[in-house]
C-alpha cells in the first residue's frame, strides 16, 4: 500500500477555462461581471435598468444563462444591448468553458461591461470561476435576512451583495441590519447594498458602485487600442 | 446539484495519477472540504458511489476531511467557526473577519 500525497484542486479544469476568459477581457478592457441568485431574486429586472441607466456611457453586453427559453435574453435585447442567451438543457450553473465559447459572439474590441447573468441558483455557481472580475449576489427580501448564513459559499465568493424589492419590505419578515450583518459575518469585506428596481429606492448607489468599478477598469490602460 | 461534476472530476484525477504512477488499485481517496465551500458531503458521496459502479475505481473509499474558517475580531480574539451563527466568544460582535475554511481538494490517494 502506497500514499500518494496530492494537492489537486477540484474543478481546477473550470478555473483554467475561467483564467483563460479573464485573459481575453482583460487584453481587451472588458470589465466582467457574474449576477448570481436563487430565481426570481430580480437578476434581469436589475440588468434592464441598469443598461438602460449607462446607455450613453458604457458598451455594455449581457450573457444570460436559463434552464430553457428565451425569455429573458429577448427582454434584455428589447432595451438595445446585444445579448446572447445561454441555454444549458438542465445544467444548474454556467461553466467557464461554455463562456469562452459564447465570448466571441460580442465584438470584443467595442465591448466595455460584459454582465453575466447566471442560472438561478445560489449554490452551485458559487464553485464555478467564469473569468468575471467581480461576483455580486442577489437576495431579494421575501427570501429572508438569513439567507446569507444559509448560503455562505455565494457570500464568501462575492465582492457585492444586493438586497433586492426593498419595496416589498413592509409586507414580509425582513430586517435589513440582521440581513446585512449575516452577509458580513461571512465575508467582512463584503460591499453592501439594498435596492428597489420597481421603485428606484437605492439603485444609486448600486449605479455609483457599477459606474466606479467599470470606470476603474476601462481606464486602467491608457495605451488600450481600438478603444 | 454540482457535486457530480467534482465527483467527475475525483474519478477524472484517480485517473490521471493512475496513467503517471502505474499503480494498479486504488483503494482510498481522501478530499478536503470547506464549511464555505457550498458542497454538500452527502450528496458528493453519492454521486461519487453512483460514478464509480461498474468502473476501475468501484468501491474506494471516499475519506472527507472538513475545514473550518478561522475567524479575527476587531477585538482581537481569533477563534474557529464551526457554526456560522458565531458570536465572538470575547466581545459578542456577530461579525469577524474569516480566513480559510473553503477548501476544496484532493489530498492523498492509498493505492497498491
Known amino acids: 500500500m502506497t500514499t500518494i500525497k496530492v494537492k489537486d484542486k477540484l474543478l481546477s479544469k473550470n478555473d483554467q477555462h475561467g483564467l483563460a476568459n479573464r485573459e481575453v477581457f482583460d487584453r481587451h478592457r472588458i470589465w466582467c461581471i457574474n449576477l448570481i441568485s436563487a430565481p426570481g431574486s430580480g437578476k434581469t ?45 438542465g445544467a444548474c450553473h454556467l461553466n467557464a468553458r461554455t463562456i469562452g465559447e459564447f465570448i466571441s459572439h460580442f465584438d470584443l474590441d467595442k465591448l466595455e461591461v460584459l454582465i453575466i447573468e447566471n442560472v438561478g441558483n445560489l449554490v452551485c455557481p458559487t464553485s464555478y470561476y467564469l473569468g468575471e472580475h467581480h461576483r455580486i449576489s442577489l437576495i431579494s427580501t421575501p427570501e429572508g435576512d438569513d439567507k446569507p448564513v444559509k448560503y455562505p459559499g455565494a457570500m464568501h465568493t462575492s465582492d457585492a451583495v444586493l438586497f433586492t424589492k426593498t419595496d416589498l419590505v413592509p409586507y414580509v419578515d425582513f430586517d435589513l441590519k440582521t440581513a446585512s450583518e449575516n452577509a458580513l459575518k461571512i465575508e467582512s469585506s463584503l460591499a453592501v447594498m439594498a435596492l428597489s428596481a420597481k421603485t428606484g429606492e437605492g439603485l444609486e448607489a448600486w449605479f455609483d458602485w457599477f459606474e466606479s468599478h467599470a470606470k476603474k477598469h476601462n481606464t486602467q490602460d491608457e495605451s488600450r487600442v481600438n478603444k | 446539484m454540482h457535486e457530480l461534476s467534482i465527483a467527475e472530476n475525483m474519478l477524472e484525477i484517480i485517473e490521471n495519477y493512475r496513467a503517471e504512477r502505474g499503480f494498479k488499485h486504488c483503494s482510498s481517496l481522501t478530499v478536503r472540504i470547506g464549511l464555505l465551500s457550498a458542497v ?33 475580531c476587531s477585538c482581537g480574539c481569533s477563534f474557529e467557526v464551526t457554526d456560522l451563527l458565531y458570536t465572538c466568544p470575547r466581545c459578542g460582535s456577530v461579525t469577524a473577519e474569516l480566513s480559510g475554511g473553503d477548501d476544496l481538494n484532493i489530498v492523498q490517494l492509498e493505492v497498491d
Open chain 2, 40 to 72: 454538500d458531503e452527502e450528496a458528493l458521496r453519492f454521486a461519487f458511489e453512483i460514478l464509480a459502479e461498474g468502473g476501475p475505481h468501484e468501491g474506494v473509499v471516499l475519506e472527507v476531511e472538513k475545514t473550518y474558517p478561522q475567524a479575527r
Open chain 1, 45 to 89: 429586472t436589475l440588468i434592464e435598468c441598469t443598461v438602460d441607466h449607462f446607455a450613453h456611457q458604457f458598451n455594455i453586453g449581457v450573457l444570460v444563462g436559463d434552464l430553457d427559453t428565451e425569455y429573458d435574453s429577448r427582454r434584455i435585447a428589447a432595451h438595445g444591448v446585444p445579448v446572447h442567451q445561454i441555454i444549458t438543457g
